[in-house]
């Protein structure tokens, strides 16, 4: 029970864009599907380049059926697009935004996903002073004003925002993409999974912020958050069920694993249908272990000298983490 809306916009009345349509036709397409192939998310979009425009009405609309019977379900909606501060807070501006009518307002936004139902609400906005969204109605002009004031959020648990700036900051676009969007899609295609392949919007955001320097945009991430939604499982790190056969190696997550000459072995390329020794199969294997980064050796010498030596290989305070979970079966 995931679903989502994906909204991009380029063509305004005035001051048009350029990548918003890209980024969500992109952002689409990785939700839509994990790396393997698997269904994912339930993506409806909305782009400026296929009728009907994306006018407040329609948009307002759109997110009427995203929260409708939403319990039980994992709720995302992503917006690429031009975003404004007023003096009630910032909105998400539609096709036909007036003078004094821009859009969507971030605070009904925040409102939808406060008092849905839905098991979890996940909020992507691309667009200038998208990190309004979550601000407590009635700061939000004296935070613009003295922006050295602290702003003050009030989300409902499983709810997240995660924006491409501050609520005073302007977003940038490079290279027919957002700026915050480009990384994005990088981070759901495999940058920012766990070693299980698992992406979720900690990951994201620590991916995305750490692309950004202190002279641009900063990515703002707002949560109440008790259980992290996978956005997507991209290519794991390492096969889940090597994880699952670490207490069979290691004794205990601080037991080293000493290896011998007969580790290494003879006929080395193993020819194709041979699976070697089983001194061989443990070599290998701790190979792969090796690198995922959750074991290592005294000065990090490579495992064929260690076995040369008969030395021991250790688990990594990683592979230790893994070793517990493993241990526990919740892997």
Known sequence: ?????????????????????????????????????GPNWRVELLTSARAP?????????????????????????????????????ADLV??????????????????????????????????????DAGNSPGHQAA???E?????????????TVLAASRATEASEEVDGHGAFTRVLLDGLAGGA????GNVTALSLYS???????????????????TEPVVLRIGPPWVDAELLRQLPAHFRTADSPVWLSPA????????????????EQQQFDYLGRLRNANLVTTDGRRDHYWVAMDSGAVYLTPLGRYFWNLAKRRVL
């Open 263 to 278: 580790h290494e072995g003879e006929g080395r390329p193993l020819p194709p249908g041979n699976p070697g020794t089983r």
């Open 143 to 145: 935070a613009v004003a």
């Open 207 to 225: 991916f995305t912020s750490a692309a950004f320097d202190a002279f641009q945009q900063r990515p703002t991430l707002k949560t109440h958050m």
């Open 193 to 196: 999974t766990d070693h299980l």
């Open 147 to 159: 922006t050295f004031r602290l702003n003050r959020s009030t989300l409902r648990e499983n709810v």
């Open 94 to 131: 539609t096709q036909d935004a007036t003078r004094h009518s821009f859009g969507v307002s971030m605070n009904d936004l925040i409102t939808l996903a406060n008092d849905s139902p839905a098991r979890s609400v996940t909020l992507l906005l691309d667009c200038c002073f998208g990190g």
């Open 53 to 89: 425009r994306i006018t407040r009405d329609r948009l307002r609309g759109a997110l009427a059926q995203l929260f409708a019977n939403a319990r039980d379900s994992d709720l995302l909606f992503y917006f690429a697009g031009h975003g404004i501060q007023t003096a009630w807070g």
């Open 1 to 37: 029970m995931k679903r989502a809306i994906v909204v991009g916009i380029d063509d305004y009345q005035t001051a048009p864009l350029q990548g918003c349509v890209a980024d969500a036709e992109a952002l689409k397409d990785l939700l839509a599907t994990n790396a393997d192939g």
